[in-house]
């Protein structure tokens, strides 16, 4: 239980109409529903281990544990009661020695009733405050710099400059690319965490054929008997994605690192990231042809 030497510690970020409250001690109590505020339970939100309340509470009370009453001890199924063994052998009636001979043929039996509530210490302090609130999921990843770190609380990040690091950026276009692209007009022909590449699939102007002896390859260890096959070729690529990490080596000249991206809060960074991501998408999916009239020294919009 807590008391002026161990009270609950809570801390608050503290709005115009309303508060958001969580426990201190991030190993202690994480459902503050557990207690009444002034009389009232606190209201969940969408961040984990913070609760809504109208005030900052005068008066916290914490549910006791329920009660037991009527503690007896009823004869099992299949033996009878009799004078010397009892149907019911109450509390009291245990207390004398009259009964312990014959209490192994006995189930220990009792009632409930719910715990009161009781006040309880408890300790709060203001971490934040601002005219209207709402969490802000970190949706990205996002850092802060280690002077916000140092002068703010973490519930505060979302409303200071944050970034996302070319590092974290490559994860985050990888995984939208590959869930998101159109392999009838592009292809992946890279994909590790450290560097990340897509080509175009250009529609040829004039598609020719080409002669392709599918039984033997650069990679085949012995030269079988050719097997000549016929191959319409209709589509040339271009890079347009050639991503690597902070760390990784150059993989030819086009190769840079994955964009970095700043905002001015979580929401603002977020806004950026979706939109270069719908932006990167638009490119990567849509067709592209050879020029018929020059014949392959431009391209333009397909079908």
């Given amino acids: 239980m807590y008391s002026k030497e161990n009270p609950l510690k809570l801390k608050v970020i503290n709005c115009k109409n309303y508060i958001y409250i969580a426990n201190e001690d991030y190993f202690g109590v994480k459902d503050l529903t557990r207690y009444l505020f ?39 199924a299949g033996y009878t009661a009799t004078e010397l063994m009892p149907q019911i052998i109450t509390q009291e009636m245990k207390q004398s020695e009259e009964y312990d001979e014959v209490i192994g043929l006995y189930n220990y039996k009792y009632d409930t009733i719910p715990g009161e509530y ?27 710099d280690l002077l916000t770190q140092i002068e703010y609380p973490e519930e505060a990040y979302q409303d200071k400059p944050c970034k996302l690091d070319c590092d974290e950026m490559l994860k985050i276009i990888r995984n939208y690319v590959k869930a998101n692209i159109d ?33 033997n390859n650069l990679f085949s260890k012995r030269k079988r008997k050719p097997k000549w096959v016929n191959r319409m070729i209709s589509h040339k690529t271009e890079t347009i994605i050639d991503f690597k ?3 990784s080596i150059d993989y030819g000249k086009d190769c840079v690192k994955a964009p970095s991206i700043i905002g001015e809060n979580y929401q603002d960074l977020q806004n950026k990231v979706e939109r270069y991501l719908s932006e990167l998408m638009t490119q990567i999916n849509k067709k592209y042809c050879e020029c018929p009239t020059c014949k392959g020294w431009g391209i333009i919009e397909g079908e």
């Fill in 38 to 76: 002034d009389g009232e339970v606190p209201e969940k939100t969408n961040k984990d281990r913070w609760f809504k309340l109208n005030n900052i509470p005068k008066v916290i009370a914490a549910k006791q544990e329920d009660k037991r009453i009527n503690i007896r001890y009823e004869l099992k």
């Fill in 118 to 144: 009781e006040p309880i210490e408890f300790e709060i302090k203001e971490i934040y405050a601002r005219e209207d609130f709402e969490f802000v999921p970190n949706e990205y990843n996002a850092k802060t």
């Fill in 183 to 215: 392999t009838n007009v592009a292809d992946i022909t890279s994909d590790y965490d450290f560097h990340f590449e897509v080509k175009k699939k250009i529609a040829l102007a004039d598609p020719y054929n080409i002669l392709i002896d599918t039984n």
């Fill in 245 to 247: 990490n902070s760390t």
